[in-house]
Structures are given as C-alpha cells and as structure tokens.
C-alpha cells in the first residue's frame, strides 16, 4: 500500500500546488506520493503563473500541472490530508468523515509534528508513525488560536505574497519530512 499526502485549498491554483510541488521535493527519498485538489476547483485549470515559478525553483516542471475538485475517493485513498485551512478541513471531513483523524490544516500538523515525539523503533509505515505521534502531541499543546492554523491565500497579491506563502508551506512541511525520517 502507498503512503498518500493530499493537500487541499479552494481552488488548487495556488497554496495547495505549491504545498504538493515543495512535499515532493521535501519527501523525495521517502515512499509517499503526493497530490493536490481543491473544495471548489474547476477540473483542467493551470496553476497561478506566481504559484509554478516557485513550483520550478525546486527543479520540478510545473506546466502539466491541471486543476482538480475534491471528490471522496481523493480522501479515502489519502493517508494524510492537509489543509490550506480550517474550513476547508471541515469540508474534507464532511465529506469523508472516516478522515477525520487523518486530516489537519497543514500549519496545524506542522505544529504537532513539530512537538511530536518520533517512534524509538523505525518503521516500514513512516508516514502513519508520523501521523499517530503528530495526533499524540495535540494531548500536549496548548491550544492555538484560530488564525493559527489558515494559511492566507496570495490570490490577487504580489509575487512577494507567494514566496511568502511557500515559505510557510515550507516551515510547516519541514516538521512532516523530519518526523517521517525519524520514523524510518
């Protein structure tokens, strides 16, 4: 069975393609695949021209990159689904409400996996040993406030607004790809 991230924003133009294009250059040498879809995507849109000029800065080729809507199967088939914010993480669970305890905003997990704990004994499931010590942690943490956990969307900003989107993409994806080492 492979080890899925989906990352979801509104659109799947901007933080969510970025946040995929940034994890598969972060998970690189670890098995897990990574996607994205958006809770109100038009299927076959191209990324934000801001969005793959940082998608290409890690070497990867953005311009095949199409669009996608959220569907349940996108969900159930998702070992970790990571939101761009706390409302579209309820979207996610209402629609496949067996994710509940797989699903976090991406800045929320990026706190928790920070905190966490890494499994003394690796493992062949690195990405579930980073989920269940990430879920552990929340026990400890006192809680954050709500605009903690949305990542603002740079639609209609500068490009300066996207860097600094991905660079909090980033700083919450490094935690995830520590604490998946760890655990294998």
């Known amino acids: 069975m492979v080890d899925r991230v989906l990352f ?35 299927d076959g849109l191209a990324m934000h ?12 080729d953005p311009a095949a990159f199409r669009s996608r809507g959220l569907r349940p199967e996108f969900l159930a088939d998702a070992t970790l689904v990571l939101t761009a914010t706390r409302r ?3 979207v996610c669970t209402a629609l496949a409400p067996a994710a509940l305890h797989r699903t976090f905003t991406l800045r929320q997990f990026g706190r928790l996996a920070e905190a966490a704990e890494p499994q003394a004994e690796p493992t062949d499931d690195s990405l579930r040993a980073a989920i269940a010590a990430a879920a552990h942690a929340r026990g400890r943490l006192q809680p954050a406030a709500p605009d903690a956990d949305d990542l603002r969307d740079p639609i209609g900003g500068t490009a300066a607004d996207f860097r600094r989107c991905a660079e909090e993409i980033e700083r919450s994806l490094r935690p995830l790809a520590a ?3 760890a655990a294998g």
């Open 8 to 42: 979801v924003c509104h659109a799947n133009l901007c933080r969510s393609p970025m946040a995929e294009y940034l994890a598969k250059r972060l998970l690189a040498d670890r098995p897990v695949t990574v996607a994205s879809a958006g809770t109100d995507a038009m």
């Open 179 to 181: 604490l998946i080492g």
């Open 88 to 90: 579209q993480r309820s």
């Open 49 to 60: 021209p801001y969005a793959m000029e940082i998608a290409a800065e890690g070497g990867a």
